[in-house]
């Protein structure tokens, strides 16, 4: 709220100024730090721009996808809004992956790309395709930028993206416009909306379905690391004895070992995690977003108690709704936490067996070099503020029960959207936002072969990450959902070289290569050593995953 009014009252509206300056000092205010992207011939005006107006920097990216992965990730790790940008037609249609990725992951951020001028905007010509209706469904607001409104359209785009539910927003910046004169004298600073407290009414139904609960359980969502109410949490489960499970995207709320932590939902041995919460007569979903996983999908046949900033959206024919508590979470776990109803009827002793036992199964074989070996390893030499970045594949199923998360950014994964393609540019941006931070990269060799050309942009900056590639030659958790089908394995094969790839480089960035623990572990001391980017090639066999993945939510 403060940064929009300090912005209006030292906004000095008298000097003239091109369009592309006024541009870039709005978002500069605004706190964007950072624009991802590949530029164009209508663009070169904004980078001359950026360049003349200190604090706010343009990085080049290989692909337009992965400048709206990085923006996405910043926001993640700093709270800030960053920018990306993609060219008329092809450009526009890479960066629509990334900001889709921002859409269903709830990350604001300024999706900016060009657009035909007026008089050629309906006309067939090259790269012309609507870019307004091509974001429409992926973004919170669309709109064309003019000359005279240039600082009202930023501040309306920007305040939307950042408030309830957060998400991207996209403004078409047609042809020419960035060398005329802004001529903007006025304009109207939007505010952020607040989120208003729960009604009474609900607030009683919330305190009553509590009251009469004997096993309830908490379900924690990516809204609920969006609220900040990590330390709520903690006092809620502890005062009460009650079990939580997450989401994956809400890892790192509660700690592995933490005496209520009963496992993550729809990764890894969920069926271990059904155990559990399909003993509960209530479910407390607690800043759930259905994004990741519907509550359908894994519910016991017990009410909902739904507590978030917008109402559950759930099948009536299959959930009972016990109650939606709509508004601001945190005040209504304080209300929760004030009341003086006693300690639930959980056996924790139970829980602890159930959760150690789950651990156990997860736990990397002796003598076997598989994804568990790999991840293990990794775990032990990251420190514990490090940030791990993954990609979607089998190895994210498996990250998402085994990987211990002291703390939601620590670990970073999309699962709303579930891209492939998102760790490299991922842990690049999270090494812009926390350069004094160690950042590591998980992918598999499906995600690597999208966003390779992302390690020429950690190469040119320099950048001290690991990217640790696992390599097992196929899309695995394709393959295994093909022969729980009983189908024959198909399409899934990246290669036909069984061996190891003798290659010394990546554009540039150093490449170990380990076939057994004993070379991982070197690879590993080497990688963490280094000054700059480097990659470790781990060559696995992902049979381990059959075991372990897809096992059911109950």
């Not at 394709?478 to 399409?491: A, D, L, S």
């Not at 700059?532 to 993945?549: F, H, N, T």
Request: charged share 20%; glycine share 8%; proline share 5%.
């Amino acid at each position: 709220m403060v940064i929009f009014e300090n912005y209006c009252k030292t906004l000095d509206t008298s000097a003239m100024e091109t369009v592309s300056i006024t541009l870039i000092k709005t978002l500069k205010e605004l706190g964007v730090k950072y624009i991802f992207g590949v530029p164009s011939g209508n663009w070169v005006d904004y980078m001359n721009a950026i360049q003349e107006v200190d604090g706010i920097e343009f990085i080049l990216v290989s692909n337009e996808s992965s400048a709206g992965f990085m923006a996405d990730v910043c926001w993640r790790l700093t709270g800030t809004v960053a920018a990306c940008f993609g060219t008329f037609g092809p450009g526009a249609c890479n960066l629509s992956t990334g900001v889709c990725g921002g859409y269903l992951d709830r990350s604001p951020m300024i999706a900016l790309t060009d657009e035909m001028g007026d008089d050629m905007l309906n006309r067939v010509t090259q790269m012309n395709i609507d870019h307004q209706s091509l974001f429409k469904p992926i973004t919170k607001y669309t709109t064309r930028l003019k000359a005279n409104s240039v600082r009202a359209i930023i501040h309306k785009a920007y305040s939307i993206a950042v408030s309830e539910v957060p998400g991207p927003v996209h403004i078409g910046l047609p042809q020419g416009l960035g060398q005329k004169e802004s001529a903007e004298k006025d304009f109207t600073c939007y505010k952020i909306d607040e989120t208003p407290n729960p009604d009474e009414a609900s607030i009683e139904m919330m305190l009553n379905l509590f009251s009469k609960s004997k096993k309830p359980i908490v379900a924690l969502g990516i809204t609920a690391v969006r609220a900040d109410i990590k330390d709520e949490i903690s006092k809620l489960i502890e005062k009460f004895k009650i079990p939580v499970v997450l989401t994956p995207m809400a890892k790192g709320m509660v700690p592995e070992d933490h005496p209520c932590y009963a496992g993550v939902l729809a990764h890894a041995l969920a069926n271990m995690v059904g155990e559990t919460h399909q003993q509960a007569d209530l479910v407390i979903g607690i800043g759930y977003d259905p994004v990741e996983i519907n509550y359908e999908d894994w519910m016991p046949s017990a009410p909902l108690l739904h507590i978030d900033t917008k109402p559950a959206d759930i099948d009536s024919n299959k959930i009972t709704l016990g109650c939606n508590v709509v508004g601001n979470i945190k005040f209504a776990i304080d209300t929760l936490l004030a009341s003086r109803f006693g300690k639930k009827e959980w056996n924790m002793n139970e829980l602890a067996a159930r959760r150690q036992k789950m651990f156990q199964k997860l736990k990397a074989p002796e003598g076997y070099f598989g994804p568990r070996m790999v991840l293990e390893r990794l775990r032990e030499m990251l420190p514990s503020t490090g940030i791990m970045t993954c990609d979607v594949g089998a190895h994210l199923h498996l990250i998402g029960q085994q990987w211990r998360t002291p703390t939601p950014e620590c670990q970073l994964m999309t699962n709303g959207c579930s891209s492939m393609g998102f760790a490299i540019p991922a842990a690049i941006a999270a090494k812009l936002s926390c350069p004094d931070r160690e950042v590591c990269c998980v992918v598999g060799d499906g995600g690597f072969n999208m966003s390779a050309g992302e390690l020429a942009t950690a190469q040119r900056l320099n950048l001290k990450i690991l990217f640790v590639v696992i390599h097992d030659a196929s899309l695995s958790l394709i393959r295994i959902k093909q022969e729980r089908k009983g189908y024959k394995q198909y399409g899934t094969v990246l290669t036909s070289y069984s061996g190891t790839c003798p290659t010394s480089n990546y554009f540039g960035v150093p490449v170990l290569q380990a076939v057994d623990l004993i070379q991982y572990q070197n690879a590993l001391k080497k990688a963490f050593s280094a000054d700059g980017p480097m990659i470790i090639e781990a060559y696995v066999s992902a049979d381990e995953y059959d075991e372990l993945l897809l096992t059911g939510n109950k």
